[in-house]
């Protein structure tokens, strides 16, 4: 087990584009010189369960085909325990990946980690772990919202038709009719304070909701994490400042503001917060940095 490459895979990721991929990208995998195994799940729950299976039982990397939410599941098994994990991005954003320097070449992101493997390259990123009131923790390694963009998110998901992405763009116009700020009792290194926001984002990474740079100057090696929040504006003011998010420069906004700390507690009412694009639990949480807590093959 210990020289096993096991490979977690969402055939569904990016509208399925890559779906007859797979065997080239074990191909090139193979090409280490170790053995390979495709987990096998039907939900992301039992996909989470076979990595963290998969660790435990010794298994020498993990590698995650497929997008944000995909490596999400495989962060849950291998933080903090020093077993690589391999970024093969196939879904429609690829955050994480983008924002750690990887490839996003489906091939060239394959033919990069089996490189690795067989040099024994890696390097150390760190992630963020997120704690809920009841214990329960969560690891991220890209960005988590808890603003206006989760709001949507929430609205989106819950909304049975339209199918496909077109429903998000209509929560959005939706969420925009009342948008409102929030109150937030926010916690920085042991102080705290209130804040009136309307959009709100702690990142490990930089990008989320495929390639908003709303964090743009968080960095995965120093230790901390970036929290970025827009004060109480008009609807027409946030409309001018969201296409800003792509390129970074919403945060020189006057309205704009952003702190680093290496552990933030956020609480407010009727939020559900989503990290790395996946539904996590209503606030309150709390976040910390945890430095090199994963080991990227790279």
């Not at 504006?233 to 792509?246: E, N």
């Amino acid at each position: 087990m210990a020289d096993e490459v096991v490979v977690l895979r969402n055939p569904g990721a990016g509208k399925g584009r890559h779906r007859g991929s797979l065997p080239s990208v074990l191909e090139r995998l193979a090409a280490a010189g170790r053995p390979v195994r495709v987990l096998e799940a039907g939900s992301a729950a039992e996909a989470e369960a076979a990595c963290r299976q998969a660790v435990a039982e010794g298994a020498g990397a993990l590698v995650a085909i497929g997008g944000d939410g995909t490596v999400h599941l495989a962060q849950q098994a291998v933080a903090g325990t020093g077993v690589p994990l391999g970024v093969i991005p196939a879904g429609t954003g690829n955050d994480f990946a983008t924002s750690a320097g990887l490839p996003v070449d489906l091939f060239a992101a394959a033919d990069a980690v089996a490189a690795a493997l067989r040099d024994g390259r890696t390097r150390s990123l760190d992630l963020a772990r997120l704690t809920t009131p009841d214990g329960q923790t969560r690891w991220f390694g890209a960005v988590l919202a808890a603003g206006f963009d989760a709001i949507v998110n929430e609205r989106g998901n819950r909304m049975r038709w339209p199918r496909g992405p077109i429903r998000y763009d209509i929560a959005v116009l939706l969420e925009l009719a009342r948008l409102r700020a929030r109150r937030y009792t926010v916690t920085v290194d042991g102080e705290s304070r209130e804040l009136d926001a309307v959009l709100l984002a702690v990142g490990n990474t930089s990008r989320y909701g495929g390639g908003m740079r709303i964090c743009p100057d968080a960095d995965p090696t120093d230790g901390l994490l970036d929290m970025v929040w827009a004060e109480p504006v008009s609807r027409a003011t946030l409309v001018r400042i969201k296409p800003r998010v792509y390129s970074g420069t919403h945060i020189t906004h006057p309205k704009v503001r952003s702190l680093r700390a290496r552990s933030i507690t956020l609480a407010t009412d009727d939020i559900v917060c989503y990290a790395d694009g996946e539904r996590i639990c209503p606030l309150p949480v709390t976040i910390e940095a945890v430095p090199g807590a994963v080991t990227l093959l790279a």
